[in-house]
């Protein structure tokens, strides 16, 4: 069994606790085992870093510059075990930014003992693509709420949160929602706000009206003044390889959830609504009182199965594993 004081938890961000990904799938098992967490950005030496801290054993989250690339390189040549996450890998080439994510995460999963992603989705996805085995540990919960809802009001008290690399998926979820015909107040909790604003003024928003809200690391306290959470997906490969962390936060805080039907939310459909969001609001019209029990229920299978020591448990199992079989290897 490996010791904690030779683990290393590598960041290549400079503001790592402003990434959402980072703190659920990094910052925060990282804090509850006690693995030291450090910062590695581009022009950093990877040798001196090594040479600092003299890990047996390296996760390096979700990388983002290429100087990653000499770390794991300079770890293997020095026999140091690496586990990578990676988040979002989608194999897309539409940008310059997608093609430089694939090769850098190609390049790097050549010296990795181990690569997480966060769903068995995101493994499949990736196991159909370029034919590697990979591990699934998902994001603990980050947020949640003593209370789940007690009643639903109408007009509908809704809220949607998520990076501005969601906003997409807000306008596709607000589409559906203006076929619905019902009126509701949306919290709408992201960063970029003047872009998505632009975004949406060809909406037609008659029975909808939009709360902005920039996004804080505090924003769970907005979105436990609402009832409902909505999560529209697009049905893509970008989205497809995505965490569930949206649906169990929502869940966790107490919320009941309408959400997009793709391959990953398909495990929370006993606890909430998965499909068209406006036939999730038309279904809540006429189930309060079954949507309020759901959101109770879905609270409880969520908080089991994603707090923090659970998916802590999970990494130090396979760090754990990881570390018996180099060894035996050597």
Request: overall charge positive; glycine content about 4%; hydrophobic content about 40%.
């Amino acid at each position: 069994m490996i010791k904690k004081q030779d683990i290393i938890w590598v960041f290549s961000r400079r503001n790592p606790d402003r990434l959402p990904s980072y703190v659920v799938s990094g910052i925060l098992p990282a804090n509850f085992l006690g693995i030291l967490k450090i910062i590695f950005l581009k022009n950093h030496n990877a040798s001196k870093t090594l040479d600092h801290y003299n890990p047996k054993l390296i996760i390096l989250a979700t990388p983002f510059h290429s100087d990653l690339i000499e770390l794991v390189k300079e770890a293997k040549r020095r026999k140091i075990i690496v586990i990578t996450t990676f988040d979002d890998w989608n194999f897309k080439k539409e940008t310059e930014f997608d093609i430089l994510q694939n090769e850098l995460k190609l390049s790097i999963s050549k010296f990795s003992d181990s690569i997480v992603v966060k769903t068995f989705t995101a493994a499949n996805f990736i196991k159909n693509q370029i034919g590697i085995n990979v591990d699934v540990i998902p994001d603990c919960i980050r947020f949640t709420n003593n209370d789940s809802i007690k009643k639903i009001d109408y007009p509908f008290n809704l809220s949607w949160f998520g990076m501005h690399t969601n906003q997409d998926t807000l306008k596709f979820g607000l589409k559906e929602i203006i076929d619905s015909k019902y009126k509701c107040q949306i919290k709408v909790i992201t960063g970029r706000l003047n872009d998505l604003k632009n975004s949406l003024s060809d909406l037609n928003l008659e029975n909808i009206e939009l709360d902005y809200i920039e996004w804080q690391p505090s924003m769970d306290q907005d979105v436990i003044k609402s009832d409902i959470v909505i999560i529209p997906y697009i049905n893509d490969n970008r989205r497809l390889v995505k965490s569930q962390n949206r649906i169990t936060d929502s869940m966790s805080m107490g919320r009941f959830v309408i959400c997009s039907e793709i391959d990953f939310s398909k495990e929370f459909k006993k606890y909430c609504y998965v499909g068209n969001l406006g036939e999730g609001l038309d279904w809540v019209y006429n189930n309060k009182d079954n949507a309020i029990k759901k959101a109770d229920l879905g609270k409880n299978y969520v908080d089991s199965k994603f707090n923090i020591q659970k998916i802590s448990e999970y990494w130090m199992n396979l760090i754990n594993d990881i570390f018996e079989k180099f060894n035996k290897n050597l």
